[in-house]
C-alpha cells in the first residue's frame, strides 16, 4: 500500500513538473514572437532596419563598383549614408551615378516566378510597341520579358544610357502573396548606372 502511495505521489510530482516546464516553455515562445515581431523589444526591430539598409547600401557599392564602401560595410566599418526605402518599395540611390527605377507590368508577364532574385538584364527600346513608341522594355540575360520601364521615366532613362541599347543592368524582383486570397504577385526594380 506504501508503494502505491508513493508511486502516485511521484507521477503527481512529475505532472506538475511538467506543466511548470511547458508553461516556462510557452512563455519562453512568447517572448521570442513579441521579440521577433517588436511589441516586446523595438530596439531589435531598428536593428534589422539598419541591417537591411546596410545590404541595400552593399547592393547600391557592387553595382556602381565602388569597393571602397563594399569593403566597409563588409568589415563593419562603413559610417556613411544609408538607403532610405521609398513608399513604392524600392530604394533611394547612395550613389549620384545611380538609380533605382520600378519595372512596370511585370504581374501581366508570364513565368516571373523562375526570375525571383538578382537578375542580370538589359534595357531595349520597343518602337513597334502599338501603346507608346518610347517603350523600353526589360529583358532578362535569357531574353525573358520582365516588363517596361514606367512610361513617365522613359525619357529619363534614355538620358542616363545615353541613348546606348540594350543597356545591360540589374534588377531585382520580389514574390509576395496577398494576405486576403494568398494570391501571388511580383514587384520588381532596376538599378541603372548612369553612363558618364
Not at 168 to 186: Q, S
Request: some cysteine.
Amino acid at each position: 500500500m506504501t508503494l502505491i502511495l508513493c508511486l502516485i505521489v511521484i507521477c503527481v510530482v512529475i505532472v506538475m513538473l511538467m506543466k511548470t516546464a511547458h508553461t516556462n516553455h510557452q512563455d519562453v515562445q512568447q517572448e521570442l514572437a513579441n521579440k521577433m515581431y517588436g511589441s516586446g523589444n523595438s530596439d531589435i526591430v531598428a536593428d534589422l532596419k539598419t541591417e537591411t539598409r546596410r545590404i541595400q547600401a552593399f547592393i547600391q557599392a557592387n553595382i556602381v563598383g565602388d569597393q571602397f564602401v563594399a569593403d566597409a560595410i563588409n568589415t563593419g566599418s562603413y559610417t556613411g549614408q544609408l538607403p532610405e526605402k521609398r513608399s513604392d518599395g524600392g530604394w533611394l540611390s547612395i550613389f549620384d551615378n545611380l538609380r533605382i527605377l520600378k519595372i512596370a507590368g511585370i504581374n501581366h508577364r508570364s513565368g516571373i516566378g523562375k526570375y525571383v532574385g538578382r537578375v542580370e538584364c538589359a534595357l531595349v527600346p520597343e518602337p513597334e510597341n502599338e501603346y507608346d513608341h518610347n517603350a523600353i522594355k526589360v529583358v532578362s540575360e535569357d531574353s525573358h520579358h520582365l516588363g517596361y520601364i514606367p512610361t513617365e521615366q522613359t525619357d529619363f532613362v534614355r538620358s542616363l544610357t545615353a541613348n546606348e541599347f540594350p543597356y545591360h543592368c540589374t534588377a531585382f524582383i520580389d514574390e509576395h502573396e496577398d494576405e486576403l486570397d494568398d494570391h501571388k504577385f511580383f514587384t520588381g526594380f532596376v538599378y541603372i548606372k548612369r553612363l558618364d
